[in-house]
């Protein structure tokens, strides 16, 4: 059986447009394998039954640049996500005070209480360790040009309790 041409010159120009599509979504993928999440509740109930801490990361995306130095010096590194994947969840909560970077209504309001209870002083960037049941371990406040291994070495004995 034989299509058309106008048939053959349709499933081309389909195929021309889907492959693109399919390309870019698969770019779009997130690359980490542990994301960081943005809703507090969802954090600690997986947290609970993945029996493991969490990180809450107080965050000025769009204006604090030592949050943009963490982020990008040690919170995204390979060796960070590998050495925190087995033993957190990550939370972020984000204080963006340009426009076009806004946060939904709901997820401000949580952030904001969220640092009342948890930052006190107003700390960025501030990386708040707590158990499932949402008491706090420990902090790391600040960035100061550590490495990635003197940064989880800092994490690891604040979470140990020692």
Sequence with gaps: MQLAPSRVVSVLVLACLLVPLSISALAEEPTSGHPWLTDFDQALKQAG???????????????C?????????????EQFESYAVDKYVLVQLDFPVKKENQLA?????????????????G??????????????????????RESVDE???NLTTLASGK
């Design 49 to 63: 039954e993945q029996n493991k801490l969490v990180i809450v990361y107080f965050s000025g995306s769009d204006w």
């Design 105 to 121: 209504p709901e997820l401000k309001r949580q952030n904001e209480a969220l640092a009342e209870k948890y930052n006190h002083t």
């Design 123 to 144: 700390a960025f960037p501030l990386l708040v360790v707590l158990k499932p049941d949402g008491s706090v371990v420990g902090e790391l406040s600040g960035y100061n």
């Design 151 to 153: 940064y989880i070495s």
């Design 65 to 77: 640049r030592p949050c943009m130095k963490l982020k990008s010096t040690i919170l995204e590194t």
